[in-house]
């Protein structure tokens, strides 16, 4: 039986197994799923995806227990650990698969994401602007099962060390008291 009193999120910020990582250590956060959404066929499979010609976006869907932890929270925790100010890339990952995204599912979702990107910019967080798309949350196809959980189980791989480990610790200086 599904908890009813939990909340969805849908976020692009470059390669799914980054944002997973970062999403799977917050409080409040009870599932994050890699997949793919934004983009124009049904079913996409990763090779498809990486040619960038589906439209699709490397993405998480986070379901969340608002109790416990805010959307504007998940979307300042999405800000500080990626580029939201580089179109189409994420360091190495370049092409609109890569691309920072906030899918929303409700009304009160779009506004809390252009009120936070609007923040951010008047304060000047980033030196360039955000490009951060804010769009209605479509389908969402999950991705293969060697995708999910992915820097968990790999911690060991060069990618893991050197792209992944660096948001992590980043989150652990920037927002310790919203991790489990």
Avoid at 46 to 55: K, L, P, Q, S
Avoid at 62 to 70: A, L, N, S, T
Wanted: aromatic share 12%; charged share 25%; proline share 3%.
């Amino acid at each position: 039986m599904e908890n009813e009193s939990l909340k969805k999120a849908t976020l692009a910020g470059g390669c799914f197994w980054c944002t997973e990582a970062v999403f799977q250590r917050l409080e409040g956060v009870e599932e994050v799923v890699s997949g793919f959404t934004g983009g124009n066929i049904k079913n996409p499979a990763y090779r498809e995806i990486i040619t960038g010609r589906t439209g699709h976006a490397e993405a998480i869907e986070i379901k969340y227990d608002p109790e416990i932890i805010k959307f504007e929270e998940l979307l300042l925790v999405f800000f500080a650990t990626h580029d939201p100010t580089t179109l189409n890339r994420q360091q190495n990952d370049v092409g609109t698969q890569y691309r920072s995204g906030i899918f929303y599912h409700d009304e009160d979702q779009k506004i809390t994401a252009t009120d936070i990107i609007n923040l951010l910019e008047q304060e000047g967080t980033f030196e360039n602007p955000i490009v951060t798309e804010v769009t209605e949350a479509t389908a969402f196809y999950v991705a293969e099962t060697e995708h999910q959980d992915f820097y968990n189980q790999h911690r060991q791989q060069p990618y893991c060390q050197y792209i992944i480990d660096p948001k992590i610790t980043k989150l652990k200086k920037l927002f310790s008291d919203k991790l489990k």
